[in-house]
């Protein structure tokens, strides 16, 4: 059996996790940015959504392949989350989900509507398996992550966090400080205070982490501004 390190290389192979009802799949796309993009699909359903389109539908559309990709999910509205957004969407039929005060960002960038805006609480269906939306402000206005609960027996909770957490930081606030406070207050009371520490997490860019491995240096990042 394979293990999920989440290490993933723009050009390699996508890396694969079966939980109990659900699939997540990482690929690394567009040598320049390196973003991720995160196919989950219902073992039940085979129902899909994408987390961020980021880039290169000659890599996205393979990897749905014939899946029911009913979702896109854009985490918030950088140019590099939403590249292929207009090519998964016109081929797929898809909804696009993204939080509403990032929505009209979105759809002016890329020529695709919102379909539907979400914040904190809102709820994105994969199947049967439940996304919660968490409003992260800070990077963007409206930033978003998406939480899921595995309580299936030796589950724990599973986090895609766009650009607003990282491995060693939150995401850039761009030297705003009101912005990096912003940022910081809600990572730490929506996902720190609220999370135990096995939740992993999957970030826009670069490797995954565990709540557990970054809590003790959130009096770091808050010292540093950064």
């Known amino acids: 059996m394979v293990t ?19 699939t ?22 085979d129902e899909q959504v994408l987390v961020d389109a980021a880039a290169e ?3 996205l559309l393979p990897l749905i392949g014939d899946g029911r990709l009913t979702t896109v999910v854009t985490t918030h509205q950088h140019w ?16 696009v989900v993204a939080g509403e005060p990032d929505a009209d960002a979105i759809t002016e960038q890329t020529g695709v509507d ?6 904190q609480g809102d709820t994105v269906y994969v199947g049967d ?11 963007t206005p409206g930033s978003i992550a998406l939480l899921y609960d595995d309580t299936s027996p030796g589950g724990h909770p599973h986090l895609f ?52 491995a970054e809590r003790p240096s959130l009096g770091e990042w808050r010292s540093r501004g950064w």
Request: proline share 4%.
């Open 4 to 22: 999920y390190t989440g290490r993933v290389t723009v050009g390699g192979a996508p890396d694969m996790r079966e939980l109990t009802h659900l």
């Open 24 to 45: 997540i799949t990482k690929v690394a796309v567009d040598k320049e940015m390196s973003n991720n993009a995160y196919l989950l699909t219902c073992r039940h359903t």
């Open 57 to 59: 539908p000659e890599v």
């Open 80 to 95: 590099d989350h939403h590249r292929a957004l207009a090519d998964v969407v016109s081929t797929t039929g898809a909804t």
């Open 114 to 119: 919102v379909t539907r805006r979400v914040g």
């Open 129 to 139: 398996c439940r996304l919660e939306v968490i409003a992260l402000a800070g990077h």
């Open 161 to 212: 966090t766009g650009d607003s957490l990282f491995p060693g930081g939150v995401g850039n606030t761009f030297g705003n400080d009101a912005a990096f406070v912003q940022l910081i207050d809600d990572v730490e009371a929506k996902l720190f205070q609220r999370l135990p520490d096995d939740t992993w997490f999957y970030p826009g860019h670069g490797d995954d982490s565990t709540i557990g």
